[in-house]
């Protein structure tokens, strides 16, 4: 079992207040106003970044390090679920392809 | 909001219900995956509970758990969250117009219940914010039970796999499929060359800058990306300003 942290409550919480201060952030105010124009554009790139920066090191490195096998299981895993999601543009079916394909190879080949 | 009578009494209510039903098995399924995914990256069953009542945002909880599990400092866990978020403050201009004549609690208690899916639904299905006050409660109440089933979707099945996760061995690694899912939205996000440009650059930048402390990796990426995407812009606009 593992153990539960008051740090990682606390994050939890934080986490929460930032769900309600982006799903409502334009309407918090009933002022009108205006993002400065270079936010608006920021908007644009910001979300595919921050998922980029979390997911990439998540599947070609081990703690940071880049693998240097092509024997690994992530490698494969999310190329199939990729392609699956630009296919079918189904973000359940690229789990799906992407587990299908990572298990076996895990579980099976040790990769 | 489903607790106010005005808007469960009312038929568009039911049909805001009817109308998210297609995709409730979806939800449940990312919801379920979710729940066994916080769990078996090491999260206890109560700080995974905490966090499908509280947070109540898929793709910010895995984004998180990586962070929480390698102790990254809470600014840095917040920042990310915040930045896999910015879709929704999009989402929150565009929907300002339907909502802006409720009392500010109420505003944003339908923020934070409007994720992408109810998101999407309600603003195919209106287009324009309604004239006449019985026009906005018809609204509002669609609203309201669109995010409702969504919401018991997302909720049941987490806990379901929460408490399913402790059954299955942690070396199967199921945790990988948070990533998938994580992957699967950020495909999802590529809809210009500019959006796809972002994303290598911030994906390269994560792994160049890994050894920087308490995952500073992940705010100096975004960073990266961010602002080279606008030098580009700056330097050669698209057509239109569209990206």
Redo the contacts between chains.
Sequence with gaps: MNGTDLWTLAVIVGLALVTVLTRSFFFISSKSWQLPHWAQRGLQYAPIAALSAVVVPEIITVQGVLISTWQDARIFSAVVGAVVYFWRRDVLLTIVAGMAVYLPLHLGLGW | MFFLSRLHRHPAFVLGMREVSPQSP?IA??GL?TGVAM?KS??????AS??TL????G???L??I???VAGAP?WV??A??????????????H??SF??HLP?WQ??L???L??DISYVLFVRKYAHPAETAEGRLEQEAYLAGNDFLNWLSWIVASFVGIALA?LIPTS???G??G????????????S?R??ML??????????VA??LPLKL??VV??AV??IL??TV?KIRPAPGGQ?
Aim: hydrophobic share 60%.
């Design positions: 979806g399924a990312w995956m769990v090491g999260m206890s069953v109560f700080e905490a966090m509280l947070v109540f945002a793709s910010s909880q984004a998180a990586p962070l929480i809470a866990i917040l990310t969250g915040f930045c896999v978020n910015l879709r929704f403050v999009v989402f929150s201009l929907l300002r909502l802006i500010r505003r944003m339908h923020g934070y409007t994720a402790n199967w690694g199921l990988f499929a990533i998938l899912c994580l992957l699967g939205i950020q495909c999802s996000l590529a210009s500019m959006r972002s994303s290598a650059v911030a994906g390269a930048a994560a792994v890994y050894s990796n992940i990426a975004i990306a961010v995407c606008l812009e990206a």
